[in-house]
C-alpha cells in the first residue's frame, strides 16, 4: 500500500546530533493520524562514520511506528540529496527536515490536515522558527500574498524545512550548488523557483521548527560565502504579488535613522571609555564592582521591571517544553523566550538596485568595470579598453562601461561609440560593505559576460574577495594594476593587494598592466606567473598624428625674459605627482636667473592643504591655469618647449606618450614603468627622484642649451612612441583577452 506521507531527514555529518532530530521527527509522525500510512526516509549523502553509524542504528531499534529506509548517496551536494529522496519516496506528499534540527510534535500532523483540504499548489512551512545553539532568535513565517519579490531577492523568507505533494518536488527540482561551486542555498532558490513556478509558500499555524546554529560546520556556516546562481528574475517579479512600498521606504529611512544613532552612541561609549576608567581609577576592585552594579540596576534592571514580562501562549510554552526533553540544549532558548529578538526581512535598497542593474545591464557581453570615467591616465585606459571591445565583432554592440562610484565625476561625452554606459547609484553606498560586495557579484552573475575588465575599480576588486570563485566559473576576468598608491609616509597600497588572502587570484585569468617594471613587481610580490600578469602598452593618441617639425620645441635656439622656455606640466595636483618638488623647481630657476616659465595644468585634489598649495604655486611663479578634458592633444602643446613629470610613483603616465606623438621633450623622474618608455639622452631626460631639485633644473637647462640634442630627443621619442604605443598594436593584444 502506498503510504500517504513521506518524511525525509537529509543528513551528511551530523553524528550523534542526528538522534534528537529522529526523535523529533518519530513524535511528530506519531501523532498523525492511525489512518494515515507514513515512511522516514534517512537520505546519507556522503555521510560520516558516526553519521552512517548513528542512522543504522535508529533502524535497528525499531522505535518509530512507521518503515524506515536508508538512501546513501556520494553527491556532497545538499539540493542532489533532496532530489534523490522526492525519487525514492512513495508518499502522495512528502516533508524535508534537515539531520541536526527538531520539529513541534503537530507539525506534520497539521500540516498533511491544511494540505489534504487545501486545492491550490502549495507549499508549507513551520509557523515559526526558533533559532538555538550560537544564536538565539525567532523568526515568524510570512505567506507569500504578504510579501514581494523584492523581499524574496534580499532575504530568504522559508526554512528549508517543507511539506507539499511528492510531485511539486519532481515538477521543481532542487538545482545542484555544490559547495566547492560556493552557490547556495539550495532550499532559497528553490523557494525563488517554485514561486516563479506559481506555487504559493505558507506556514502551518500553531507549529514550530527548531533550527540548530553551530558555532562551526553546518549549513549555515557553509553558506556565509554562498551566493544564489541567476535566476529568471524578471518572471520572479511577475509572480509575486505587489506590496505597498511607502510603508517600506519609511520603515528603511527609519531604521537607517536608528542605526546612524546606533553608531554614534557606540563611538561615544568607546571614545568615553578611557576617560571613565581614568577617573574611576583610585577605587579599588570591590567599589567598582558595586558602582557597576548599581549603574546596572537603575539604567538597566529598572528599565526591565518598568515592562511587563510578555505572556508566552500556553500551546507555544507546551511545544518548548516538549522540545527541550529531546534536546536539552534548547533550555536556555526556550527560558528566555519571551525576549528573543524577532527577525524581520531586510529592509534597504539591496532589491530594486539589483533588479535596476541586471536590466540595464542585461545583453552586455563585455564588460568595463570603472570608479569613474574622467581624464585621468586609468580613465583614458578603460575608454581605451570599451572602444577596442566595441570594434571587435565578437562583442561589438554588447560592450559596457560599469561605473561603481561618483556619478558626479563621470564625464559622459567621452563614453565611445557603440558603448553603453551604466551607472551604480549613490544609493548603493548606503548598504553595508558586505552587502555591496554582494550586490555587485550577484548583478554580474545574473548577467554572465563573457568578460570582465577591472580598470582600478575597487568595488570588483572587493566583490572577488568573496566571490571570485564563483564569478571567476562565469566570466573571463582581468584586474588592472598599474601602480600603487602610497599612504603615511609613503607605504604602498592597491585594491589587489590590500587583501590579504587573495585566494581569488586563483579565480581570475590574469592582472594587466602597461609596463615592465610594474609586471615584474606585482609578479614576484603575488607569486604569479609571468604568463598570468600583461603587459598592454596603452594607444595615447589615434589616429596617431604626423611629425611636428614646427613647434616652438622643434625649432626655437634662444630664450629670454620675452622668449622664456616654457615648460608645461598637466597632471593631478595631489601628493604622489610631487608639485611641493616643482615649487622648489621653480625657485631654483629663479635664484639661477633661468628665463623659464611654467604653466600646470591639472584638476585640483580637495584636501585640508588645498588653499595652502595653490598659494604656494603662485608664490613661486607658477602659472595655474586649471583642469582639462580630451588629454594633451586638447592643449597647445606646440606653444611649449618641454614636458615635466615630478611623481613619486608612477605606472607608466600616458601623459607621457603623448608628448612624445606630439613633439614635446619630456624631463621625468625615473620611476615605475616611465624607464619603459624614457631612455635617458635618447627619448628623454630622466631625474633619479622627485626631491632632486637640481637634476630637474639641470635637464631643464640642457634642453634650454642645445637644439640638437632637443630635435634628436623629439625624433627618437616619436618613432618609439608610434611604433609601441599605436592602436592597431593595441587591438592585437585585447583580441587575446577572449
Known amino acids: 500500500m502506498r503510504p500517504t506521507l513521506s518524511v525525509a531527514i537529509n543528513a551528511h555529518s551530523e553524528g550523534r546530533l542526528l538522534r534528537p532530530t529522529l526523535r523529533s ?48 548517496v556520494e553527491f556532497g551536494d545538499a539540493g542532489a540529496s533532496r532530489n534523490a529522496a522526492a525519487q525514492n519516496a512513495r508518499g502522495l506528499y512528502l516533508a524535508f527536515i534537515d539531520g541536526d534540527d527538531l520539529v513541534s510534535s503537530n507539525y506534520l500532523a497539521d500540516g498533511l490536515h491544511l494540505l489534504l483540504e487545501s486545492d491550490e499548489r502549495v507549499i508549507l512551512h513551520p509557523g515559526t522558527v526558533v533559532s538555538f545553539g550560537a544564536r538565539s532568535t525567532i523568526w515568524k513565517i510570512l505567506p507569500t500574498d504578504t510579501v514581494d519579490a523584492f523581499q524574496l531577492i534580499r532575504d530568504n523568507l522559508w526554512p528549508s524545512s517543507s511539506i507539499s505533494l511528492r510531485d511539486t518536488y519532481l515538477e521543481v527540482p532542487y538545482r545542484s550548488t555544490s559547495p566547492e561551486r560556493g552557490f547556495g542555498p539550495e532550499d532559497w532558490l528553490w ?201 571587435d565583432d565578437r562583442f561589438a554592440g554588447n560592450v559596457t562601461i560599469l561605473a561603481t562610484h561618483i556619478p558626479s565625476r563621470t564625464l559622459r561625452h567621452l563614453i565611445p561609440p557603440g558603448v553603453t554606459f551604466v551607472q551604480v547609484p549613490e544609493s548603493f553606498r548606503e548598504l553595508t560593505p558586505n552587502q555591496q560586495r554582494r550586490l555587485l557579484a550577484h548583478a554580474l552573475l545574473f548577467v554572465r559576460p563573457e568578460l570582465i575588465l577591472s580598470i582600478n575599480c575597487f568595488d570588483v576588486t572587493n566583490s572577488l574577495q568573496l566571490y571570485g570563485r564563483q564569478l571567476g566559473a562565469t566570466s573571463r576576468i582581468y584586474l588592472s594594476l598599474f601602480a600603487f598608491d602610497r599612504i603615511g609616509d609613503g607605504y604602498p597600497t592597491n585594491p589587489i593587494t590590500d587583501d590579504g588572502q587573495r585566494e581569488y587570484l586563483d579565480d581570475i585569468a590574469g592582472i594587466l598592466t602597461d609596463n615592465s617594471v610594474t609586471a615584474g613587481i606585482v609578479s614576484e610580490m603575488l607569486a604569479l606567473g609571468e604568463d598570468q600578469v600583461r603587459v598592454h602598452h596603452q594607444p595615447a593618441l589615434d589616429p596617431i598624428p604626423g611629425f611636428r617639425p614646427g613647434t616652438r620645441a622643434f625649432n626655437n635656439r634662444f630664450f629670454s625674459e620675452k622668449n622664456p622656455f616654457t615648460v608645461i606640466w598637466p597632471h593631478r595636483l595631489d601628493k604622489e605627482k610631487r608639485p611641493d618638488s616643482l615649487i622648489k623647481i621653480s625657485h631654483m630657476l629663479q635664484e639661477e636667473g633661468l628665463p623659464v616659465e611654467i604653466h600646470v595644468h591639472g584638476q585640483q585634489v580637495l584636501s585640508s592643504d588645498g588653499k595652502t598649495l595653490m598659494a604656494s604655486l603662485a608664490e613661486a611663479n607658477l602659472k595655474y591655469l586649471g583642469p582639462y578634458t580630451g588629454g594633451l592633444a586638447a592643449l597647445p602643446t606646440e606653444n611649449y618647449h618641454a614636458l615635466l613629470l615630478t611623481s613619486e610613483s608612477e605606472g607608466l603616465p600616458l601623459v607621457l606618450v603623448q608628448s612624445m606623438l606630439l613633439g614635446l621633450p619630456v624631463i621625468a623622474t625615473a620611476v615605475g614603468g616611465v624607464t619603459d618608455i624614457i631612455k635617458d639622452g635618447e627619448t628623454g631626460l630622466l631625474v633619479s627622484n622627485p626631491d632632486d631639485t637640481a637634476g630637474f633644473v639641470e635637464a631643464i637647462r640642457h634642453l634650454m642649451s642645445s637644439l640638437e640634442d632637443r630635435r634628436s630627443i623629439i625624433h627618437s621619442a616619436y618613432d618609439f612612441a608610434a611604433s609601441q604605443h599605436g592602436w592597431s598594436t593595441f587591438t592585437k593584444l585585447v583580441d587575446t583577452l577572449a
Request: charged fraction near 25%; glycine fraction near 6%; hydrophobic fraction near 40%.
Open 191 to 391: 523557494n525563488i523557483e517554485t514561486s516563479i513556478a506559481g506555487f504559493a509558500h505558507r506556514p502551518v499555524p500553531g507549529t514550530m521548527f527548531f533550527y540548530r546554529v553551530r558555532e562551526s560546520g553546518g549549513v549555515n556556516n557553509r553558506h556565509l560565502r554562498s551566493i544564489l546562481p541567476g535566476f529568471d528574475i524578471d518572471g520572479l517579479v511577475r509572480a509575486m504579488p505587489r506590496q505597498e512600498t511607502t510603508a517600506i521606504v519609511t520603515k528603511s529611512t527609519q531604521r537607517r535613522s536608528r542605526d546612524r544613532l546606533k553608531r554614534l552612541l557606540r563611538f561615544g561609549y568607546k571614545t568615553a571609555l578611557p576617560l571613565i576608567r581614568l577617573l574611576l581609577g583610585f577605587l579599588t576592585q570591590g567599589q567598582k564592582e558595586r558602582l557597576y552594579a548599581w549603574a546596572k540596576d537603575v539604567y538597566v534592571n529598572r528599565g526591565r521591571r518598568a515592562k511587563r514580562r510578555p505572556v508566552v501562549p500556553q500551546e507555544i510554552v507546551s511545544a518548548l517544553k516538549e522540545a527541550c526533553e529531546i534536546e536539552p540544549a534548547l533550555s536556555w532558548t526556550a527560558n528566555g523566550f519571551a525576549h528573543l529578538s524577532e527577525w524581520h526581512p531586510h529592509v534597504d535598497e539591496y532589491s530594486p538596485l539589483l533588479f535596476s542593474l541586471v536590466k540595464q545591464l542585461r545583453g552586455t557581453r563585455a564588460l568595463v568595470a570603472v570608479p569613474w570615467v574622467g581624464i585621468g591616465g586609468a580613465d583614458l585606459v578603460s575608454l581605451n579598453y570599451a572602444r577596442a571591445l566595441a570594434e
Open 25 to 72: 521527527v518519530a513524535a511528530a509522525i506519531a501523532t498523525v493520524s492511525e489512518a494515515t500510512e507514513c515512511e522516514l526516509l534517512i537520505v546519507l549523502d556522503k555521510a560520516t562514520p558516526e553519521t552512517l553509524e548513528e542512522a543504522r542504528k535508529w533502524v535497528e531499534s525499531d522505535r518509530i511506528d512507521a518503515p524506515v529506509r536508508l538512501v546513501e
